[in-house]
Each structure stands twice: as structure tokens, then as C-alpha cells.
T-cell receptor
Framework: KQEVTQIPAALSVPEGENLVLNCSFT??????LQWFRQDPGKGLTSLLL?????REQTSGRLNASLDKSSGRSTLYIAASQPGDSATYLC????????FGTGTRLTVIP | SAVISQKPSRDICQRGTSLTIQCQVD?????MFWYRQQPGQSLTLIAT?????????ESGFVIDKFPISRPNLTFSTLTVSNMSPEDSSIYLC??????????FGPGTRLTVT
């Protein structure tokens, strides 16, 4: 069964700093990897989808990379803002998704 | 992208009762799913809601406890039956679009007393 781990579990950074969130998975035969953010008490917002044949995706200040051979993905957030404070989840799978435990990010003004 | 709504957004229920959660998608989608997020935990897949046939359940989840319906390509329901306090969780519906991107509803926060 696919296991997904995210490190660190929590991260606190000053506003403006660049940061990297890490995701690792055990089964490299994945189809897709998707990054989400979850605000307290809310559902999930899709940030980036990396399909199996792709290596990275970019959206605004966000860049996600995928290395299937090593079982890793990273989410890079440039010039962090207080509005980026949320829990970030990575998930892997074909149709149904296996979720990591999340990284709780706090950006301090 | 797909926009997903869920009803109710939250509920407080008595032990032994049942609650049906509705999920509506604003466009036709091939696949819909139900997840559970227990307090302080990440998401766990309950089942895949299949249109016109029985849902496909993950290990640890059974139809008698979590009956699911999917009468068409835009709507699904999840019932949490014979509830106990251990069922207190957020229940989320999701849908997969043609580009294999998954979208989630806002969730239903269930508290069982």
C-alpha cells in the first residue's frame, strides 16, 4: 500500500522568505501527484497537479517537482506571504488518492 | 475545474442515528469519491462512488456502515449509519476531471454525541 510522508510537520517562517515543503512516497509506480492547501475548518484547494510523465509544474509563486525514481516531490513557495499560512498536503495515486500527513505552514508578518 | 458543494456543512447527531451527506458537482464527472478526515489526521479514502452500480469500498469500510448512492454523473450521497462518537470527523466528497485533477467539496463536519 502506498505510504506518503511529509516533512516537516510544521514550519514557521518570516514573510518574504522562500521555502520548500517535502513529500516522499513508497511506491514509485504512481500516476499523478497533487498538492493541496487546506485552511482551518475548510475543504481542500488544489494547487498543482503533476502527471506521471511530467517532472514539474508551476503556478505563480508555486513550483512543484516530481522525482519518481527517488520517490520524492517538493513544493517551492517563493516570497511567502501571511496569506500562504495553511496546511499543505501532497497526495499520490491514479484515480483515488493517498494523502500525506501534511505540513502546517505559518508565515509571520 | 469542477465546483463541488456539500450539504450539510456541519451537524451534531446523537449516537445510534444516521446522517446522509449530499454532494453536488457543477459538471458531469466520471469519478466521485468520499474521504474521511478524523481530528488531527490526514484524509483517508472511504469509497469510490460508481454511477449506476455499487460503490467500491476501501479496506476497513463497509457498505452497511457507509452506504453510498450515485444516481447520475453530478450527484452522490454518503450515509453514516448507526453513528458512534468515533464517527466524528470531516467527510469530504471529491470529483476527478478529465485531466485527472481531483477537486474537493468544502466538507461536512460531523460531531456525534
Amino acid at each position: 500500500k502506498q505510504e506518503v510522508t511529509q516533512i516537516p510537520a510544521a514550519l514557521s517562517v518570516p514573510e518574504g522568505e522562500n521555502l520548500v515543503l517535502n513529500c516522499s512516497f513508497t511506491d514509485s509506480a504512481i500516476y499523478n501527484l497533487q498538492w493541496f492547501r487546506q485552511d482551518p475548518g475548510k475543504g481542500l484547494t488544489s494547487l498543482l497537479l503533476i502527471q506521471s510523465s511530467q517532472r514539474e509544474q508551476t503556478s505563480g509563486r508555486l513550483n512543484a517537482s516530481l522525482d519518481k525514481s527517488s520517490g520524492r516531490s517538493t513544493l517551492y513557495i517563493a516570497a511567502s506571504q501571511p496569506g500562504d499560512s495553511a496546511t499543505y498536503l501532497c497526495a499520490v495515486g491514479a484515480n483515488n488518492l493517498f494523502f500525506g500527513t501534511g505540513t502546517r505552514l505559518t508565515v509571520i508578518p | 475545474s469542477a465546483v463541488i458543494s456539500q450539504k450539510p456543512s456541519r451537524d451534531i447527531c446523537q449516537r445510534g442515528t444516521s446522517l446522509t451527506i449530499q454532494c453536488q458537482v457543477d459538471s458531469q464527472v466520471t469519478m466521485m469519491f468520499w474521504y474521511r478526515q478524523q481530528p488531527g489526521q490526514s484524509l483517508t479514502l472511504i469509497a469510490t462512488a460508481n454511477q449506476g452500480s455499487e460503490a467500491t469500498y476501501e479496506s476497513g469500510f463497509v457498505i452497511d456502515k457507509f452506504p453510498i448512492s450515485r444516481p447520475n454523473l453530478t450527484f452522490s450521497t454518503l450515509t453514516v449509519s448507526n453513528m458512534s462518537p468515533e464517527d466524528s470527523s470531516i467527510y469530504l466528497c471529491s470529483a476527478l476531471d478529465g485531466a485527472y485533477e481531483q477537486y474537493f467539496g468544502p466538507g461536512t463536519r460531523l460531531t456525534v454525541t
